[in-house]
Each structure stands twice: as C-alpha cells, then as structure tokens.
C-alpha cells in the first residue's frame, strides 16, 4: 500500500511538472505568437505609410509636372527652367522612392516629400516672378514698339516735309536764279543807261621843249607824250559823283599800249564779256553835265611808231565813244 502511494505522488509529481513545462512551453508560444504578430501588424502598418507616402509623393510630383507644363509659354528662357525643375523633381521622386523602398525610412521619407512641396511652391513662385517680369518687359517691348513706329511715322513725316522743303527751295531757288539774272539784267541796262558817252576825243602827239614848254608834233620820232581830250555828254540817269574813264590806245600793229607804272591796267568789258587792257585812268566829279576832260599820257620810253592809232574811251564797263588819230 505504501508502496502504491508512493508510486502514485510520484506519478503525480512528473505530471505536474510536464503540465509545467507544457505551459511554459505554450506560454513562450504565445509570447512568441505576440511578438510576431506584432511585428507583421507593425510591418503591414509601414508597408501602408509606405504605401500611402508614395501615393503623396506621386500626385505631388504629377501636379508640380502639370503645372510647370500649364506654365510653359514661347519664351525659351522661361521653357529652359521648366525642363530643368522637371529634371530636379525626377531626381528628388527618385531619391524619395528609394527611401521608401529600402524600409525604416519613413520619417527620412516624410520629410523628402515635405521638401518636395517647399521645392514645388518655390519653382512655381519663381515661374510665377519670371512670368510677370516677361509680361512686365512684354508691355514695355509693346510701348518701346509703339514709340519707335511713332517715331518712324514722324521721322517719314518730317522726311516727306524736308523732301517738300527741297522741293520748294529749289523753286525758290529757281525763282531766285532767276529774279538775279533778271536784275542783273536790268542792273545792265540800267548801267549801260547811265554809262557817260564822250565825244570830241582827240589824241595829240606833243614834246616838251628844253624851256619846258609844250609843243604839238605830228611826226612819231619827236613824240614823247601824248595829250588826251574828250568831252563828256550830259545823262540826267546817271548820278552825280566821281566817274571814271578807261582809255584804251591800240597802236598801228594792233597792241594796246600800257605801261603799269602809269596807270595801266585790265577793266573788264559787260558788253563782250571779256578783259581787256587799258593804256590810263582819268577820274572826274560828273555833275550830270558836259565837261571837256584833258590830260597828259607820257610814257617815259617814248618810241612812238608813225601810223594810224585807234582810241577807245569805256565807262563803267561799256565803251562810251572812240576815234582815232595818226602819227607820221
């Protein structure tokens, strides 16, 4: 019996140590379960932050590209910073996606994607900037524009009215040309009207005697002056004042005689238009009257050649009487 009873709480005694160890078992089993279920719960939980990050981060990033190509317009500066922010935000999607994939990084993720939206907000406002300061230099190209056909439409007129003024100064000119031609010939006739005609000229041939009187000489060897006489004719156009009388001698060969030391000199002819010379220069207070005017020509040469000589008296540019004499 005791024998029995021994046996028994034995029996007893490894049952209760099996139902021990099976419960402790079961209870690390359990723990166990636990901890893995927690860690697949916390897993499936990072796998749907992972999960609802990324679909943030695409929509972000699809929206930002939308609205950059919204933005892009014909200027090429503008479209040049458009492509290259898209290019930035393919390489932060990039860079956010292998956060998100690699695990454990969700935090890190967050804020990738958080600066993504700063980066977005920032590219749009400096798109924005760039907008207005195109639309701004847009407006003023426009005025600039505006101005410059302003200023070619005046320039065209002011052209037009130079052309016109051309046109009009050389009528004026014309009319000017003209109005002178037509006063100089009336200033001509005028001149030629009041030019002092002369008559009775006379040319003698005269030598001076060792008592320093003169004597009249009719041959040319003994002639060592010449005594020059004309009478002036009365002209009511012409006005009083001095005058002065060009004679012009032309020996027998044709050559004027003058001496530049007395007086000789050129005078220019208004009726042929041509200078001539002259022999001598007398000067006389004209009173509107008929005066006789003599003087003596005396060449210190002497060497008068015998033969006819021609005698030509011009005022104011006009022949205004001629004869001729002759020395034997």
Excluded at 284 to 306: L, R, V
Aim: glycine share 4%.
């Amino acid at each position: 019996m005791i024998t029995s009873d021994s046996s028994k709480q034995r029996l007893l005694a490894i049952a209760a140590i099996v139902v021990m160890a099976l419960l402790i078992v079961n209870a690390f089993l359990l723990y166990n379960k636990y901890n893995q279920s927690q860690v697949i719960e916390a897993q499936k939980s990072e796998i749907i932050e992972s999960d609802k990050l990324k679909i943030e981060m695409e929509k972000q990033y699809h929206e930002a590209l939308a609205e950059l190509e919204e933005m892009r317009n014909n200027n090429e500066e503008l479209n040049a910073i458009i492509d290259q922010q898209k290019i930035e935000l393919k390489s932060q999607r990039e860079k956010i996606n292998q956060l998100l994939q690699a695990g454990g990084n969700l935090d890190r993720a967050r804020l990738e994607i958080k600066n993504l939206g700063i980066q977005v907000s920032e590219y749009m406002a400096r798109i924005e900037q760039l907008n207005a300061e195109n639309e701004n230099l847009k407006g003023e190209n426009e005025k600039l524009v505006a101005k410059t056909e302003k200023l070619v439409e005046n320039l065209e007129s002011e052209r037009n009215r130079a052309q016109e003024l051309t046109g009009e100064k050389e009528q004026l000119e014309t009319v000017k040309t003209q109005l002178s031609r037509e006063n100089e010939k009336l200033t001509d006739k005028v001149t030629l009207a009041s030019v002092i005609r002369v008559k009775d000229i006379s040319v003698v041939g005269m030598k001076q005697r060792d008592s320093g009187k003169m004597v009249k000489k009719k041959y040319a060897k003994n002639v060592d002056q010449l005594r020059i006489c004309f009478s002036t004719e009365a002209n009511e156009i012409a006005n009083p004042g001095l005058e002065k009388f060009f004679v012009r001698i032309i020996n027998p060969i044709g050559e004027t005689m003058a001496i530049d030391d007395l007086g000789s000199g050129v005078l220019f002819n208004k009726s042929s238009g041509e200078e001539i010379r002259y022999t001598s220069l007398t000067e006389y207070d004209y009173s509107n009257d008929a005066t006789e005017i003599c003087y003596d020509w005396n060449p210190s040469s002497g060497n008068f050649q015998n033969g006819k000589y021609q005698v030509e008296v011009y005022n104011k540019g006009h022949l205004s009487g001629t004869s001729t004499f002759e020395l034997k």
